[in-house]
């Protein structure tokens, strides 16, 4: 019973093991080998032409100048004077929060997974938008939740079906995750209205929220969006990244959690990686002061201006029935096919015209949701290639529509 | 039932948010307060004058100049040269792996906690040294751990106390944690034929080995320490570092796992926090690329040298009965009083002389060992300091002794 010489070390995982099987980005780049030069939509990251590379160079230039003395243990809710500048930060969210109320982490990604450590018991309910942000669901999936997905529209979380949720679920959700403004994978946003309503009702149910947000900056218009879900009360952890603003590859983000949740939160973090990279905190506030909102401004241009491209070449392109949304913020726009057509289909139908998105349904739960919508990534591409990514798209979307006609 | 307006965010957390309530170290450093210069010995970290800060700010650079288009998302495993480099390295503690064997992390912590996320469902048995390393106690709390503690000797852990704790335990223990080289907090380290023994019986009950090895490289002798268990067997998950040859702040480390788990330690590493700082890795790389050597070289004459006069100072003015280890590497000397004498009386005691240390029951599960032993980490004070708080301390043990000598 007891010997186990030829055990493999894989025989007595951790049930949650099973979250860490599967990969959804290697599944869609295997697809890249049906044309000779596909144009992959399905990087949500900023264009390397927006990523401020000199300016963090001169900033980390003079982080290390100062490093003397700054690499021992320490910091661990991050350097002060970063954690005073996101809360200016969060003044453009509308948020009032102290350097006091906030954690800096390894992206926002650490954030999720530092609640999920503080919060979820195996099982524990948690309630996410249909369709979501897939590297939540990793996160959520290793702490074993139980998920209900609440539906979203174009004006954001829908109140009535998240109401529906909370009154029949019992026991009560422990968690609300939403991306409020320009969603992931949707780029809709949450009217004022609804974020009021949201809030309230999640107070009334003690249900925390989760506010992952790092798209609130990144708005095309005249007016920002409405205010964060922070603004509204304390009960909501507000996670922010320097990810879409600078460059994800630094991994700096930060959370602003209820101020009761904080002292846990911290010694989670501890056990997790003990604290974050000093210099590179000090790297990313001297890069961000008296920089960052010329910037934003600049970038805002410079995605708006790659929304326009692909939301035209689309919707000339796309056959009948088929909708393209055209954001208001953020990195994406979301087409839906018309019943039945199914954008999993329509994805190994692409390839071969050379061009992959991410298909909807791995937008939830098990990457088994309906199969309607498909979420394109503009951020990271030349303009040339996202027209002609978008030509390729709604020809093979014709070709895919035409050829497979369903019997009527 | 479901109005809960006035919840506080703490009403409902995850059964492991226990484990985040309590702070060693706060604990130690409140008690500064009772001398006006204390000496405190708690600090594990390396001397500012052993971190190679100029190389680091010249690496810095480099990397940096190197960033364009290395700021996107990517490099899950790290950067292939620094996970080469870190093989090599691996080599000198008697190690054969591949760059593809090798995960980079932030510190080894956080490899304890990939592993212990991987492996452990709650109240899975996990076997620990006693004592050990607090902040792997930290990890495991988190993830509800049950543990087994097996006693360590100066010639490490003890084989037959290992052979009885794995005869005993049903269900068998999942893991075994242990440093086996200068062990935090005693500096012991295991013979080759302890080694041996304990890999074998490990592989004979299937339980996997979590070696955690931050001081192998820093020995004090001629010839280095015999080589690590992961040289013995793939069942063995060796963590290494940065944060002691070079310095902590940069929070850089490696796993070198059983090959079957790296791909579901990599996936659970994306849930966690994506990746690793990129131009962090670089910059490591680079300091360490032709200069680590020399560097350990130095910084073994530097920290033998602490622990001479440490070991001195001690021996010359602790009383009888109570011993001072003279550690072969690492950064710790570990003391025992006599019986009945308990060190966590001995530690309110000493900070009225004003030197600290961290008591030897803290160094088990729950905070809650035995009181015989305390820590002295020599590692980051001036020579001075140390000779003053080696005194201080003698003093104090001493005066602890005579004025509250048990009844016979």
Redesign the interface.
Known sequence: M????T???????????R?????PWSAAEGLGDRHPDPIYFG?G??G?EA?P?ER??WA??RA??E????????ELAGWPPLREYVCQRMTLRGIAAGPDDVLI???S??GI?LIA??????G?RIIVEGPTYI?AM??F???EASYLTCSVDEHGLCVDALEQI?RESTP?P?LLYTIPTFQNPTGFSMTSERREAIVALC????V?IIEDDPYGEIYFGSEPPAPALRSLSE?VIYLGTFSKT??????VGWMA??P??L???L??R???????????TRTVYHAAQDFLDEHVERIRAHYRQRRDVLVDVLRAGMPDGVSVSEPGGGFFVWCELPEPWSTDDLLRHAATFGVLFLPGSWFYPDYAGPPRGLRLSYS?LPLDRIAEGGKRLAEATRDFMESRRPPR
């Open positions: 007891k010997n186990a010489q055990m493999p070390a894989t025989a007595r995982l951790a049930r949650r093991a979250a860490f099987e599967h990969s990087n990251a900023p390397v990523q590379i963090l160079q980390a230039a290390w100048a490093a003397g003395g700054q690499l021992d243990y320490g982490t390894n992206g990604q650490q997974d450590r503080l919060m979820l018991d195996p524990d590297g990793q996160t999936d290793a702490y909370l009560t422990k107070e009334r149910y003690g925390l009960r600078m460059a994800p590859g630094i991994r959690p209820p009761d949740l002292g846990l939160l010694m989670a501890e056990g997790a990686d003990i604290h974050g990279h000093r210099i590179v990271s």
